[in-house]
Each structure stands twice: as C-alpha cells, then as structure tokens.
C-alpha cells in the first residue's frame, strides 16, 4: 500500500485551489491536478483517507477519457510525471500515479448529470412527482430500475460544503447558452451510453455519473473526472435486482454506513473505524481492477 496522501504541500507550485478531493496548483499555462486519498460523503470530508484512492480515481479518470477521445476532446496533457515541468520534478514521489497535467481551460457553470437508472435524489424525487427535474417517467417504477431512456439533469456547482441544486435544461440554457447545452447534452448522453456498454462488458452497471466541460481555444472539451467512484453509482451486475438499493463499487458503503450514526451530516466528521476505511478502498480498488484489468 503506498502513502496516505491527505493533503498536497508544494512551496515551489502556485496552489490554485484545493477541493473535496482533488489539490489544483496553477503552472502558469497550464494546471497540475493532484488527486489525494480524501474522501467525502454528505458534501463533508472524512477526517480519515481512503488507501490508494487517488491513484484509483486518476487512473479511471484516464482510461474513461482515452475511451471518449472519438465523442469529445478531454484537459489531459500528460500523467507521466517526466513529462512535467522541471518545477514539479522534486514532487515526484508524491505526484506518481496520481496526478495530471492538464490544459487550462474555462470551466461551465453547471455540473452535467446523466442517470440510466433510478436511484438516489432521482428516486426520491420520482416517488414524490412521479418525474426527476421535471422530466416524467412512467408509473409503477421500483428503485434501481433501469429508466427507459438516460435523461440529462444538470445542476449548480455548489461552493465546497454546500449542496449542488437541480436545474432544469432551460436554466443550464441561461446560464451557458443554447447551443452549448444542446452540445453539452448530446454529448453527456453520448459518453453515457457508450461507457454503460464498455462498463457492461467487465460486469459493471453505471447506474448514474456527472460530467463537468469546460471552454479551451473556444472548443468543448471535457475536464475534471470522469466516471470514477466518486463522481458514479458502480453496481456489480451478476447481482443487480431493482426494488431496493444495490451492492456498489463506490462510496455509497460510506454513505450506508454515515446513515446508520447519529450525525446531522454536518462538519466535523465522525471518525471511521478502520473496518469502513478499509472496505472502502477494497471497493474503489475493485473497480479500477474491474474496468482496466489493472491494480496497483
């Protein structure tokens, strides 16, 4: 197992902003993206990290991306360390496998959402007006069924510790534009659709995931993540049944377990044992496994 990196401390690199997850040091034309172990849940992080988590989430993101080159242009540079500036070198040890040099461009203002399948806010929503943001389903679905078309459901990018809001397409429509969203719906719904048959393939349902886009030399391209634990509902296959919650790959064990304590979902924390952090990983793990064939 390698080190538990919670947090990044670089003096020589411009630290840009520092997230849930993910350390951003601005290099002047480009960025450098250092994913850490923190992990988060209910919109507040663990005080505890998760083993290996940056590396899995980089290493998704990367695979996802490649995969999408013929849909949409992505941020990525390079994730190969040597290939960073000289300033970034003496970082190595803590940059290898869990970072990347990206492209700086304009990031939009709304988070894109596609679900394939109804869960979470989707399925609570759907059970209180029979739609998710205002887009109508038929009767009589079950939790976890699969919808019978993905749907697109932006929302707002929330500020760190508070909550992302569903917006409806004619808002993402003031705020980014007409054509922009048209483009950023066909596309979001196009990356989905080709993921969920790749993911299918190794044994995987993607249930739900949010995309974020961003503006370079006046082109779309993609940024962020890209289908990872984090930013995904994973359910395995062999074992999906609709009526209730899935089994998952991702931090939905966190969540069960956060939903079993006495905590109002706000900071501070509550600590995690060792048993939760542990399967965690495992989980984060499995998938990287599941999806590229590749461990660490």
């Not at 029979?130 to 078309?149: H, N, T």
């Not at 984090?230 to 991702?250: E, I, L, M, N």
């Not at 995690?272 to 990287?288: C, D, F, H, N, Q």
Request: net charge negative.
């Amino acid at each position: 197992m390698s080190k538990l990196v919670l947090n990044t401390d670089f003096p020589d690199l411009k630290l840009a902003a520092r997230g849930k997850v993910r350390d951003i040091y601005d290099l002047g034309e480009t960025l450098l993206i250092v994913t850490t172990d923190r992990i988060s849940a209910f919109d507040v992080i663990m005080n505890e990290g998760i083993p290996n988590k940056g590396y899995v989430l980089t290493q998704i993101s990367t695979f996802w991306f490649r995969q999408m080159e013929d849909i949409i242009p992505n941020h990525i540079i390079s994730t190969d360390v040597k290939d960073f500036p000289a300033v970034c070198q003496k970082y190595a040890a803590d940059l290898e496998g869990r970072s990347m040099l990206v492209k700086k461009a304009k990031p939009l203002a709304a988070e894109c959402i596609v679900r394939g399948y109804l869960s979470g806010s989707g399925w609570k929503d759907y059970k209180t007006t029979g739609a998710i943001c205002g887009i109508a389903l038929p009767a009589g679905l079950v939790e976890s069924d699969k919808l019978p078309e993905p749907i697109f459901t932006p929302s707002t990018k929330a500020e760190l510790g508070t909550h992302d809001e569903n917006i409806s397409f004619d808002q993402m429509v003031e705020m980014c534009g007409r054509d922009t969203a048209a483009k950023v719906r066909d596309v979001t719904l196009r990356i989905y659709s080709k993921a969920r048959d790749i993911a299918d393939a190794k044994g995987i349902i993607i249930a739900d995931t949010k995309f974020e886009y961003g503006i370079y030399n006046g082109e779309l391209i993609i940024i962020d993540e890209c289908m990872t634990p984090d930013s995904s509902r994973f359910w395995p296959k062999d074992s999906y049944k609709p009526g209730g919650p899935q089994p998952s790959f991702d931090k939905q064990f966190l969540r069960d377990y956060l939903e079993t304590l006495d905590w109002n979902k706000t900071a501070p924390a509550p600590p995690l044992p060792e048993e939760i952090v542990r399967k965690t990983g495992e989980k984060y793990m499995e998938a990287l496994v599941k999806l590229t064939g590749k461990g660490k």
